[in-house]
Each structure stands twice: as C-alpha cells, then as structure tokens.
C-alpha cells in the first residue's frame, strides 16, 4: 500500500507496510501455530480414544481415584483467568494501562493457583503409588495393568498442558513487561491479543482433559 | 537487458562479522545459514551410506558387524531424512525466495526464521551426540516395542533430536504460511504466483499439520523408555501397532515435505527452460493441494503386514492410488509445456529431465507398493529401498540441484562452470540409476532389507549398486568443488542471466538485503514469455 501514511510507529518492524498489516500477519501466525497445537494434543486424544475404547472398565475405575474436587476448583480457577485475560486484551485496546497490568496479574495468579492444585495432585498419586513405572501399585488387582495406561496418559496429557501453562506465564510476564515500559497501546496492542489467544487456547485443553481424566464413569 | 555489472551494495556486502551472520535476520543470510547446515548433515548421512555399500559389495558380513551395520542404516535414515530431505528445499530455496518471489522485504517473523535456524543445530547436535556416543539400533523408523523396552543404544537423544528439529519444520512453515498470505506485493495475486511457492505453501501445510503428531509420537516413545510409562507397551496392554499408525501419520506425509517443494522447483525450471507459461498452471498448482491432502490418508499402506484389517488396507491401497493422480498431473503439464518449447539444455534443464524421469519410476514403483498383494510380497525388501529412493533421492535432490544451480547466480551473483556442471549431473544421473536400479531387481528377487549379509547370488546386482554408489559420490562432490570456485572467480551473472521471468530475476544479483528498491507493483501473469525474451538469453 504505498499510499498509506507512513507514521513511523516505533513497534512498525521494517518490513512491514503499517500497523494494520503488522497485527494481521501475527494474528495468523498464532492462529496457525494453535493448529500446529491442536494435531500435537491430538496426537494424546488419539491414543487416549483407542484405550479408553479397548479398557473402558479400568478407565472408570482408575478414574475414580483422580480428585475430582480438586479438579472441579481447578476448572473454575482456569475459566475465571480467561475471563481477566479477556479483559486484559479489552483493556489493552482501550489504551487502559493500569487495567492491563492489572487483568495480566490477576490472569496470572490463577495461572500459579492452577498449577499448585496440580502440584498437589501430583504429590498424592506420588504417595498412592499412581506414578506409572515399577513402584505402580493399583487396587483392584484385575485393573492394575491397564490402569498404568490411563495414569501414564494423565500424566502426559495434564503434563504437557501444564508446561504450556508455564509457558503462558512465562509470556505474561513478558507482556506484563511490555505493558509497564508502555509499549502496549490502544494502537499497538496485538501483542497482547495473540498472547491472549494462546492462553484461551490452553485453557481449552484443559476443557477436554477435565471431563475425560475425572469424570469417567461418573453419570447414573 | 541486464548489464552484467556487480552491485555495489547486496547483502553479503552488508556486515561481514561473525556475529552478522549469526545474528542476522535477512532470510536470505539464514538460507545460507542453512545451506551450510543441511550440506554438512548430507555428508555425515552420505559417509553412512558409503559403509552401507561397502559393507554389501561382498555377500558375508566382513567389514563391520550386524549391530554396527544397524546403526549405520539407522543413523542413515534419520540424518538424511530429519537434516537434510525434510528441511533441504524449503530451508535454503524456499527461505531465500519465498519473499523475493511476492516482493516482499523479508519473511513475516525474520527473528523466529532464525530462531527455527538455531533450533535446528541444537536438535542436529543432539542426533550428533547420540551418533557418537555409540549411535542407534532401531532403524529411523523407532518401532515399538523395539525402541522402547529392547534397544540399548541411544534412543532418547536420537528421539530428542528428532523432536527440537521438527519444532524448525513447524516455524519455517507457520513462516511461509503467514508470509504468502499476508506479505504479497501489490498486484501479486494468488494466481499471480510462481508454482514453486504453490508447493511450498502445501509443503506448509503438511509441515504445520503433520509434524506435531511426530513430535508428541516420538516424545511418548521417550516417555516410555524414560519413565516406564506404558503407551505401547503391550505388558499392560499398550499396542506397538498404535505406534505405528501415529508414526506413519506423520512420516507419509513427509515424503510430500520432501518432494513437493521439488515439484515446485522443477515447474520454474521447466518453464524457464523452456520459455514458455507451465502448461495447465491452475491445474499443477491445485495439484499440490490435493497431494498435501491425500498425503494425510494414505499412511496405512506401510502397515498391510502389521495385522491391519483387510478392509482398512483396502481404503488405504485405493487412496495410495488416488495420489498418483494429481503427481501424474504434473507430469503430464511439465512434458506439455516442453512441447513446442524452445527448449534448453543447460544444466538446470538436465535436472529438470532427470527428475520428470526418476520420480516417474518412483512413482510407478509406488503404486505396485500401493497394491496389497505385491506389497505383501516386497515388504521390507529392497523393492522399497529403490522406490523411495528414487521419490527421495531421484526427486528430492535432483529438484535441490537442479534449484541450487538455476538460482545460484542469484543467490551469489557469479556463474558456476557450465561444462563441470553438466558433466557432474550427467554423473550423478547415470551414477543414481546404477545405484539403486539393480535394488528393484534385488528386491523382487526376495532381498530383505536392513541385513549385512546376504545370499551369493545377489552379489553381482550388489556390487553394481556399490559401483553406482561410488560414482554418485564423485557425482555429489564435484558441484562442491565448482559451486564454491565460482564464489571467487566465477563470472560476474548480472540480475538475469537466464533472461527469466519472475520477481527474483528482477532484482540485483545478489539482491540488496531488502531485496528490492522500491516494492514492486505487478501486473503480469507468471511466466509470460514474449519471444523477443529469447535473445537475452546467456547461451
């Protein structure tokens, strides 16, 4: 676009022609990098599918011994830092700096909340002996060997979501940065949309898991 | 027409130190970044291969052991496939055209294109490390339980490695995708677009969407080994075949990585060469849409041994076969647009025709594979070994070279030797179809694959594929040695030096590290050939 006006906008990288172009090219790029992440979870809901399809019975079973009260708190935790992200990216297209510090500390406290309930969790199946490997010990009898399947895909599956949660905050802090030296402005605030987007994603992740780690065999 | 002149400002003149090139974020410094990477990666892959066909000039297993020779096709497979086919064309061609080719300053993330650099070494030092440390056992294939629970070597670097590089794949791809949709100059539409960037967007494609499932694959196989987790273990009622399926979603798909962007150089060369628009152009180009996509439904025809159920092998045979439609297509444009053609015979052309040719054999040899019957006969023999090597070798490379020679005056602004360069793709044509055409015979005459011994009578269609293997080293070497000359004393090439059309020939040779002075506006169809081009033409 040659005739567009070239205010120099300190974030305009070179090679772009404005702002405009700038924000649609990273927008894309996170939205096709969420699909790279969809077939890398997909590729743990495939396994997931088959084994629960073969071992439905253990999978119950073992399921029951996850907490779901912990799990439900955890969910809530994760919706509601969402919710203050949504409203960071809000706030950030109005311009609102201190709103946005504000909603990006609060999305990440949930953030840590999350992650130390999961902490937690861990600590118990390491005390139960849940841990798949040779100290796996799992009562009844009869399900134990199949029941090391269903805890070796929980812990892969809640594993990896929580790396990418450690990741998110690891961006938070980097957009909390970029929000505090006012970088981010209501013209220039894709940054912390994208980031926005990633964390939403993440979240979602976390809608699948819960339902199919916890509530196995729950309903009448 | 092009004054042969040298530009005074280009982007090997822009900054000389180590650091800018380490830390530079022209992609077309990163292109060489990679050309250096993925050629050293194809001489350790290459020395792998030189011991392979040592090892089986005589029928008994005289120069090295079974599990030595193990590791030597294991580390084969994985060098030449994960750092050299996968990343070779879209890393080093397509990361220094790409955003010539739509006129644009650079990729759209210059700093995660470096990023995907740097990913790539680390993941390259990890698979080096495993290679020294006593190598790997398991075939690049890592099949359960194998590679979990029985293989003592170092699979969990191998794996690692495999999965930080797979990460470069995926940002170079996320790269393109953003790049073609959102960096075109003014009037470059869709259809305004060279076919190479057709084919690699669908290379993007498959990159973005496939490699992820390899990565979380190969990272369950770590788990397994690391952690005891059991995914396919089938002690606690894992299946390996599983595996299988998520290997194979990935690693069939990655022979189009391989090969698409080598369709896409082959139609700038053909018409180029020929002086003529591709033939069919909207067809070539959906076509390499359509191969990305049946590319992800095809992957069971590896597994019609492995207990698969006889109805899901036949959906997956009459897929396998349905891929020969669009491959075919593009055949039959490229022998189309050579007809009537003014056409050429320097060597960029002579890749041209050596791929059309070999990835014709390979593509035929695929269908016999893509038939259960005669797969079950030639599974696991060196039928296979010949087939993919001539998609791999035949295509892939010969669509490298053929690129790497036809765009070298614009990525170093010189000329190579043209007599050295027709005499090295003459060697390397006659030297490939000796090496592995004798292994079609092998292996229908029932030679397995991945053993170092084998039965006297194979010895003679052997030492012919040894022979063959030893002039397509020479073949390999000697654009080395011109390529590298040409840096210092070749021929000044001028911004044309094809009098081809297209953005890149319309820049300065080598281009300025913005690529072009002013954005460029366009307003013709790709490949619009006047006849009066023909006398700008460098005979």
Redesign the interface.
Known sequence: ??EAVHHHHPAL???FDDLA?QK??AT??MW??L???V??????F??YS??RA??AGAFAVASHELDVTLGTINTAVLITSSLTMALAVHAAQLGQRRLVILFLVATMALGAVFLGIKGVEYYHKFVEHHV???SFAFEPHEYA??A??FF??Y??MTGLHALHMVIGLGIMTWMLWWAWRGTITAEYYSPIEVSGLYWHFVDIVWIFLFPLLYLIGRHA | MARVVHPARHYLNDGYGISSWLLTRDHKRIALLYLAAVTFFFFVGGAMAVMIRLELATPVGDLVTDETYNKLFTMHGVMMVFFFLIPVIPAVLGNFLVPIMIGAKDLAFPKINLLSWYIYIIGGLFTLYALIAGGVDTGWTFYTPFSTVASTTNVVPTALGIFITGFSSILTGLNFIVTIHRMRAPGMTWFRMPLFLWSTYATSLINVLGTPVIAITVLLVAAERVFHFGFFDPRVGGDPVLFQHLFWFYSHPAVYIMVLPAMGVISELVAAGCRKPVFGYSFVAFASLAIAVLGFLVWGHHMFVAGESVYSALIFSILSFLVAIPSAVKVFNWTATMYKGSVSWETPMLYAYGFIGLFTIGGLTGLFLAAIAVDVHVTDTYFVIAHFHYIMVGGTIMGYLGGLHYWWPKISGRLYNEGLAKLSAGIIFVGFNLTFFPQFVLGYLGMPRRYHAYPPEFQVLNVLSSAGASILGVGYLIPMVYLMWSLRYGRVAGSNPWGAVGLEWTTSSPPPTENFAETPVVTWDPYEYPAADLEGHVA
């Open positions: 676009m040659p990288a070179h090679h172009q649609e090219a894309l790029g096709v990098f699909a790279t992440e077939l890398f979870f997909g590729g743990l495939l396994v088959v084994y073969w071992y798949p490997g040779p060997r199949h090391q399947i070796s895909l812990f892969i």
